[in-house]
């Protein structure tokens, strides 16, 4: 009797583990006009600062001046910039995050984390290349004649962002680099050059880095563990590079996004 009973239990707790993994995969409202999308059902809105669950093949979708944050269940987290439609294919955690996005417009911030010494697998697929990232941040903007991808931060210097177009090219990025591509005649062709302030410009609304003096300042501080929680992502070297290089601080979106964390921690 006291067997079957134990059993019964866990049979009852089972769904509530697996709903408590799975709510960890979530969508949440950030600024404006912010909806998800299961299957070939239709749109459905996310109210304001409030958060869904998302399964596995859900879109998650934009309007103007609007932001969404996509959070995985190892803290990394997928920012959703505007008019943007961005579908998670899935997300699979063994002793390595293994994850899959299709970008099919606009713009979005990777944070590839590795917690406690975890590896991560992320891809992100576009029209025109395939992103792999292994633990970093960046960003990707598509449009329907150009891909761009820049890089702000590695964990691994050994293990950089690699963008492999549909025509077999293949292009490394490290930290304060940028590949710049564009449809010529039906493929994709581009460059790897130094960021710039033209580069980071697209992308400013995704908080910081807006320029690449400030990129520079962060990611020299990440690679000297200035990053720390206790400052809510930026160690005081951070901040006194940042203040150093502009006089003041630029305003940021309202509401902001939040504040850049190192993936290695």
Do not use: W
């Not at 943007?84 to 390595?96: H, P, S």
């Amino acid at each position: 009797m006291k067997i079957a009973l134990f059993f019964l239990s866990i049979a009852t707790l089972l769904p509530i583990f697996a709903f408590a993994d799975v709510a960890n995969k979530s969508l949440q409202n950030a600024k404006g006009q912010v909806a998800y999308q299961h299957g070939s059902g239709g749109q459905r809105a996310v109210a304001l600062n409030s958060t869904v669950v998302l399964a596995d093949r859900d879109y998650a979708i934009t309007g103007a001046q609007s932001r969404g944050m996509v959070s995985l269940p190892d803290s990394s987290v997928v920012t959703v910039g505007s008019d943007t439609k961005v579908q998670m294919l899935f997300f699979n955690r063994t002793d390595i995050a293994h994850a899959k996005f299709v970008l099919y417009n606009g713009i979005t911030r990777f944070e590839v984390r590795h917690p406690q010494g975890a590896k991560a697998n992320y891809t992100f697929v576009t029209p025109t290349a395939s992103i792999a990232v292994r633990g970093t941040q960046g960003d990707i903007g598509v449009t329907a004649d150009s891909l761009q991808v820049n890089v702000y931060e590695l964990c691994d210097a050994s293990s950089p962002v690699e963008v492999l177009t549909k025509s077999g090219q293949q292009y490394t990025l490290k930290v304060g680099q940028s590949f710049v591509g564009q449809i010529v005649g039906g493929v994709l062709q581009g460059q790897v050059q130094s960021l710039t302030d033209q580069l980071i410009a697209p992308f400013e609304d995704m908080g910081i880095p807006t320029s690449a003096q400030q990129a520079k300042a962060v990611a020299e501080s990440y690679a000297a563990g200035a990053v720390n929680s206790v400052t809510g992502g930026y160690g005081s070297e951070v901040v006194g590079a940042v203040g150093g290089l502009f006089g003041k601080k630029k305003a940021q979106p309202s509401p902001a996004p939040s504040p850049a964390t190192t993936t290695c921690s």
